[in-house]
């Protein structure tokens, strides 16, 4: 493809592009040979020029103009690993310690149980809104509370772990209340109750799996949609596998929970939130 300056150049030749960069002008060369033409490649004083037969310039030009438009904005620019901040499980611990605290409680004092569930006509007939945040503390039996501790303490850390101590608790603080609040929503005037932290361990894994798919949608928008959506598909296999079985499991909490935090996530990653 290359001529050195002494090589002898066919006079019939016309130009196809003129680079300030031997590298450039070797990947427009390289475009032109992938499409099924020669050319040639002539060092200037100050650039290279790229040779081609007159019967095949459009074409040249064509192919040249669309690898141009295609490499806009490459290579992407560096991503910030989000896993920047060091393992954090002393909160989760101490969420997982308060938890159990409680359920010991409850236990002791079964009217929290009627005073703090998630009640659909309590909530909107009643005003009791708080119930939207207590429910996130109470139990229905000791299998419940662990398996709620257990999953809740990974699926925190991992996320305080990506986006730091006091962001990650305020992100879930909001998206498990309003999950619940749409639960309600939803379910109201029929009667619904519910309780228990699976919605907001679902929320963090919604948050770790949104956030990541709107990091990659902002700072590599060449990829396919496809490659985009796979820390999504990562949360809803998740959720399949341990959201969405067992007697008496609150399924929709789950997927309600999943959804809000994916959708939180997703504009989180999309507006490049700061460290701090």
């Known amino acids: 493809m290359a001529s050195p300056p002494d090589a002898e150049v066919p006079d019939h030749l016309v130009e196809a592009g003129r680079y300030a960069s031997d590298r450039d002008a070797f990947e427009h060369g390289l475009v032109i040979l992938a499409a099924g033409h020669s050319c040639w490649l002539v060092p200037r004083p100050g650039s290279h020029q790229l040779l081609v037969e007159p019967a095949t310039l459009d074409q040249a030009r064509e192919q040249l103009l669309r690898?141009?438009?295609?490499?806009?904005?490459?290579?992407?620019?560096?991503?910030?690993?989000p896993f920047s901040y060091p393992l954090d499980l002393l909160t989760p611990l101490i969420w997982a310690v308060l938890v159990l605290a409680l359920f010991t409680l409850q236990i002791q004092h079964p009217e929290w149980m009627a005073y703090g569930a998630?009640?659909?006509?309590?909530?909107?007939?009643?005003?009791e809104w708080w119930r939207t945040a207590t429910a996130l503390f109470?139990?229905?039996?000791?299998?419940?509370?662990?398996?709620?501790?257990?999953?809740g303490t990974f699926a925190f850390a991992a996320l305080i772990t990506t986006v730091g101590r006091g962001r990650a608790w305020l992100w879930l603080a909001v998206t498990s209340v309003w999950a619940n609040a749409i639960l309600v929503t939803i379910h109201y005037p029929a009667p619904y109750r519910s309780l228990g932290a699976s919605t907001a361990v679902f929320a963090a894994i919604g948050l770790l799996a949104g956030r990541a798919a709107g990091?990659?949608?902002?700072?590599?928008r060449h990829l396919r949609r496809r490659e985009i959506l796979v820390p999504i598909a990562s949360g809803a296999i998740v959720l399949a596998l341990y959201g969405a079985g067992g007697f008496r499991v609150d399924v929709g909490a789950h997927v309600i929970g999943f959804t809000v935090g994916c959708a939180v996530g997703v504009a989180l990653g999309l507006g490049g939130e700061k460290r701090g």
Do not use: K, Q, Y
């Open 215 to 220: 990091i990659l949608f902002r700072v590599r």
């Open 138 to 151: 109470l139990h229905g039996d000791a299998a419940h509370v662990l398996s709620n501790v257990l999953g």
């Open 67 to 81: 690898f141009d438009r295609e490499s806009l904005g490459w290579p992407p620019a560096a991503i910030n690993l």
């Open 118 to 127: 998630l009640d659909a006509t309590a909530v909107v007939d009643g005003g």
